[in-house]
């Protein structure tokens, strides 16, 4: 595996192709997520284990050839911020799997296109018009309709995903904008590394060994998982924009629907087929909106170019790990 940064191309259907295959690694991580917490094993362990699985494979593929400048990199405080965000939608998410369907985790941070939108205000210094601003609005109106705050059934542990999705936000745009100079191994190494060393102390503290065949194949299986997912989704971002991408990332709802009924029996209620499609609406209309705007870059930026955005800041869904 390379330790050589790859130059940025433009294969926008290669890129597709491939992060087709990321959604399906995202689904079988939190699958595995989910299978190990309902096994015993508590959720902070199992992150862990996501990262510790990771930051070893990709120490054992890198350090016997490059050595130490494996982990050379131009920008060390963005990497370090990029692997806290991931540790945040990882932790978070594996939190909320314990109590929620998979149908809803997902659903919920479907909203990832829609908070970096709000982001890009703060984050990268960008006007968002008042149309992407509405798209915004709907999209978390349709995220209320799925979970129902005011419903009987409203559960707590949404405010886990919810957070999820705010570091998934986060997380991605520092992923477009290290792509542009960093290595993809440099990048799994400092997310592996600094998501095993900040977790080992919760995970020592209440360590459960797992005590089934399947349970310890999830072990291992839900660092593997993540790590393949994101070293394809590295890859894919460096030949297509973020914004050609990101209408793709809500495939996987289709993998986690298939997953949360056929080996949870947790199929999705009717408040979800009402909910996810205003806000994968919502989402589209954004990446959309943001690739008319896109052709208008070419010009000099007057008054009227308030609703430009920023190509780094375009949204592509992520799920946890």
């Not at 659903?107 to 984050?123: D, E, R």
């Not at 990446?287 to 955005?309: I, S």
Request: proline share 7%; charged share 10%.
């Amino acid at each position: 595996m390379s330790t050589t940064l790859a130059p940025q191309q433009e294969r926008p259907l290669y890129a597709i192709g491939i992060v087709l295959f990321t959604y399906f690694f995202f689904t079988l991580c939190d699958t595995a997520a989910k299978w190990l917490v309902l096994s015993g094993i508590p959720p902070l362990e199992t992150a862990f284990m996501r990262y510790l699985v990771q930051l070893a494979f990709m120490a054992g593929l890198t350090l016997p050839r490059a050595g130490l400048s494996a982990f050379r990199t131009q920008r060390p405080v963005q990497q370090v911020a990029r692997a806290l965000a991931l540790l945040g939608m990882t932790a978070f998410n594996f939190f909320a799997v314990l109590y929620l369907p998979l149908t809803i985790t997902s659903t919920i941070m479907f909203g990832i296109p829609l908070l970096i939108t709000a982001l890009s205000v703060p984050f990268l210094g960008e006007q968002v018009g008042w149309r992407r601003w509405t798209a915004v609005v709907v999209g978390f109106t349709g995220i209320l309709i799925i979970v129902q705050p005011w419903g009987a059934e409203f559960h707590w542990a949404v405010i886990f995903s919810l957070c999820c999705t705010l570091s998934g936000s986060i997380y991605y745009i520092f992923t477009r904008k290290l792509a542009k100079t960093e290595t993809t191994v440099s990048m799994q190494l400092y997310g592996g590394l600094v998501g095993a060393v900040l977790l080992l102390p919760f995970a020592a503290a209440n360590w459960v060994w797992p005590d089934a065949f399947w349970t310890w194949v999830a072990f291992f299986g839900v660092g593997l998982a993540a790590m393949t997912g994101h070293q394809i989704a590295i890859i894919a971002h460096r030949f297509a924009p973020a914004s050609t991408l990101a209408p793709f990332g809500y495939t996987q709802i289709i993998w986690m629907s298939l997953s949360s009924w056929l080996i949870f029996a947790q199929p999705p209620d009717i408040w979800l087929f009402v909910g996810a499609p205003i806000v994968v609406g919502s989402g589209l209309y954004i990446w959309l909106r943001e690739r008319k705007l896109a052709k208008a870059t070419v010009r000099p930026v007057t008054t009227a170019d308030a609703d430009l955005p920023v190509e780094e800041k375009a949204a592509v869904k992520p799920q946890p790990a």
